[in-house]
């Protein structure tokens, strides 16, 4: 019985072990990004102890007038709030309509869905950009987001996760009198928790990030979305390393945030004590 | 007999999908149209007024092209390296924190950064890491790896992005497991303990069945983003030209960047898309024929 | 088989609906157009500029922006600002069809002859005496910068020498005397400079680098009629000798993205380089002191000339006034902001005091007369890539080419 303890004492010992040197290594990047926002530039390529560290890369960032930090921020927040809002009604029902109903022409709106992941976005970016314009659409929160309202990638990812879906919820769900429709939104919405989080967590990442389509879509700084602003901090021949750092960290960090609070919604097999109940 | 129509799967399904496939063919499949049109045309960036029809004449240039083999086979040994590799991993970091542990977010927000900090500070921290005589490299001399700077060495370079890839691409992986890892059914795992079934045996028979779905999405997007991969490749040749050094590292996708929006010559690089989309679309569809047999 | 019919007719269907679609597209592009006509009939004529560049330039030109009605009453000018030239390229077709590109813009002469060639800017000859413009307010080299087969196509901005940098005090560690004026001396002295840790000069494989080195030899690219003339192979050979005995380095086996960075760590003791390397140094290395000296010399005096100047984009609305607009950019009080944040001027009455404001650089002065164009071949970025590509296989592949085989290997690309 001892032994058996003591085995497993150093089990999990072990997985602590391993998980710190992997988080170490995955944390890496970031504590070096954070560690060049804090520097000068003359010391950003060797290392330098807290005594030379300096906040003057960020203080640039909210004293200049030419950087509207806040405005930034606000466009961002607003960006992706309605890239999340759609993606969160449009994909899943059709990744349930994918996964779950058997209706002609299911195959190939399964292709489409795939092949659209496979062309890069610059192939389209030009007719797009041409399209966004017409619309009147250039320097607006519109063109950023309606175009992006849906994406291929997580209707994709959700018929797989909707596939798993033990059948007899919705069958029971029919029995109650409900329609589809119905059973699509009061039972497997909910039920999907977990990767609908998933989903939020990677779109929100994602579009938080984005920077070729917003920097392509808008030229007015006003209208610039955090990343781009941050990006237009630069001098002319050279990159100034440690404000660049300074800027991934800002924008980096609402999205650890994101993530680190989301994370915490994934419940365990949800799934299965339904079906009993 | 009306109500019952209405709740068909042929409606309900259609309706589901109506906003999806409103939106993707306006915003979508309208401007691919237009480039695909372009892929018969020579258009050049300058003067997109006048550009003439030729046929296939793009098309047979670039299968001239040994540079674009060369991005193919590029393409493909990315593809191969990357796509088990992130796989496993991802689903092992996924089962490490998937555990009852103390403070598993910390490790799952820490595995998770890669994903989300801008390709441009990772590549930069890898660039300081697999310079010559660095602990990375001098370790790696043991496995008899050459010291010297991996990114300006023609025959490094190209696993040089594909570890840098890896390294940001595996925490998707990991946090799709780790979601499909809430959806197995708990009683499923109960019922096999009272059947006395080891946890490799579980994990066997329970486990990697119920995440089988999920492990089809993951390697058909995998091998999708690896074929796209340009991010850390522009990164790395910000300084030089795409592909650097010496064109080692170049891509079907920095072939189109390369010939399609640099040298402005957009029919061409549409037609480079054009029969990239195919090899990747038979690539999905095989994986589908084997990993897939649902739907 | 049913079922595949049915397939095919929702395709169809689908098809139908995005044809219906793309008309209401384009009733939505006459709408645009007509309101558009509408707007242009004030009195006012708007013209947008667009540059990428600092935050501080971006000010600058405001300033300008805000001032021009007082020489210009018709122009209203808005600047744009675009985060890199290539997100100005790629934006650009799309902007054109959308009808919402810049009248004109700020360039640089090392890409600007691939554009002009493919009919991108306007010949600005006919315009010069109806918008009045003098362009005697310019160095004569500038002005010549800007001419393709005897047609104007830019306002000159700004024009400087190409140039040698050295670390002052590893130049004195090592004992050594007088600067060097040539190739020859680069070289005897690269090897006195070389110790373990630090090379005697870092050599960018970048065309901008390497075209020094080519005009020193009296050579040059005559856009792509003699990228493998003799005086460009000898030129080469220096380069592959420097590398060869050990003295020199590329920034990118050390690790480094480009040679300023390899010069400001202290990795090598000599560079090409240009003015800019001035602010990057004040920053990333304010203890380093360095002297810039003139592009030594191969047979010849001779180094690129670095310009960048206005032009004029061939779908902008009112040439005349762009144009004028364009003119208005060079006038002495927005030269001279520029000028305080770091930039040469091409205005003749002004470039005195731009080598007052830097001292550093007054050695550099004279070769205004010797500095010329870049004169890359018409594909300019094919043209650059190919010679990067080649010069990498052999100094980071090695692959065993000489100088010889790799532009005659170049050339054959571009006959």
Known sequence: MRAVKTNKGLATAGNYALLIVLGLLFALPFLYTLYSSLVTMQDVNHWVGPSKWTLDNYNLFFTNEAYNVPQWLWNTVLMTGIVIAGNLVINPMAGFALAKLDFAGKRWIYWIVVATMMVPYQMILIPVYVNVAKLGWLNSVWGLTIPFLYQSLYIFMLRQFFISIPGEFIEAARLDGLTKMGAFWRIVYPLARSSLITMSILAFSGTWNSYLIPSTFTSDPSKYVLVVGLNSVKDMFFENTPLIMAGVVLATLPILAFFFIFQKQYIEGVSSSGVKG | MFRKARDSDFVVGWLFCLPFLALWAWWFFYPFLQSFVRSFQDANFAQLDAAKFIGLDNYVTILQDKAFYRAVLHSLEIVVIAVPVQTLLGLLMAILVNRKIKGKGLFRTLFFIPYITSTIAVTTVFMMLFKQGTFVTEFFGLFGFRNVTWFADTHYALLFVVILFIFQQVGFSMIVYLSGLQEVPRDLYEAGQIDGASRLAQFRYITVPSLKPITFFIVSVATILGFQIYDQIAAISRYGALGSPAGATSTVVTYFYQNGIRYMNIGYGSAAVVLFFIIIMIITFLQKKLLDDKG | ?415
């Open chain 3, 1 to 415: 088989m049913v079922k595949k019919m049915k397939d095919s007719a929702l395709l169809l269907l689908a098809l139908c609906l995005v044809f219906a679609l793309a008309a209401c597209g384009g009733k939505n592009e006459d709408n645009a157009g007509g309101s558009q006509a509408s707007g242009s009939a004030g009195a006012k004529t708007t013209v947008t500029m667009g540059f990428w560049g600092t935050a501080q330039d971006l000010k600058i030109y405001q300033a300008a922006a805000d001032n021009i009605s007082k020489q210009y009453p018709n122009i209203e000018l808005k600047i744009k600002q675009y985060p890199s030239s290539d997100q100005f390229w790629n934006a650009l077709p799309g902007e054109i069809a959308a009808g919402v590109a810049p009248d004109f813009i700020k360039i640089s002469n090392e890409g600007s002859y691939e554009y002009i060639q493919k009919g991108m800017f306007v010949p600005l000859d006919d315009l010069v005496a109806s918008a009045g413009i003098d362009l005697n307010r310019y160095t004569a080299g500038s002005v010549d910068t800007w001419k393709v087969d005897g047609k104007l196509y830019g306002i000159p901005n700004s024009v400087i020498p190409g140039m040698f940098l050295i670390n002052e005090d590893m130049w004195k560690n090592a004992g050594l005397g007088k600067y060097p004026t040539t190739w020859d001396e680069v070289k005897a002295a690269a090897k006195k400079l070389t110790t373990k840790d630090v090379k005697g000069i870092v050599i960018n494989i970048d065309p901008y680098h390497i075209t020094n080195y080519v005009k020193s030899y009296g050579g040059g690219w005559g856009y792509g009629k003699t990228i493998n003339s003799p005086e460009n192979v000898k030129a080469l050979q220096t380069i592959f000798d420097m590398y060869n005995a050990g003295v020199a380095v590329t920034p990118k086996s050390l690790g480094y993205g480009w040679d300023g960075e390899v010069f400001a760590n202290g990795k090598a003791a000599m560079t090409t380089g240009g003015y800019w390397y001035k602010s990057f140094l004040k920053d990333a290395a304010p203890n380093l002191k360095y002297v810039a000296i003139p592009i030594p010399k191969g047979t010849t005096e001779g180094s690129t000339m670095i310009a960048d100047g206005y032009v004029v984009l061939k779908d902008a609305k009112d040439k005349k006034a762009a144009a004028q607009a364009a003119y208005y950019m060079t006038n002495d009080a927005t030269q001279k902001a520029l000028m305080e944040n770091g930039l040469p001027t091409a205005v003749a009455s002004l470039s005195p005091k731009y080598f007052e404001l830097n001292p550093e650089f007054k050695s550099i002065e004279p070769e205004l007369k010797t500095a010329t164009d870049f004169a890359y071949p018409a594909e300019t970025k094919k043209f650059k890539d190919e010679l990067v590509m080649q010069l990498e296989n052999t100094l980071l592949g090695g692959l065993k080419k000489s100088p010889q085989e790799i532009l005659d290997a170049v050339q054959q690309q571009f006959k």
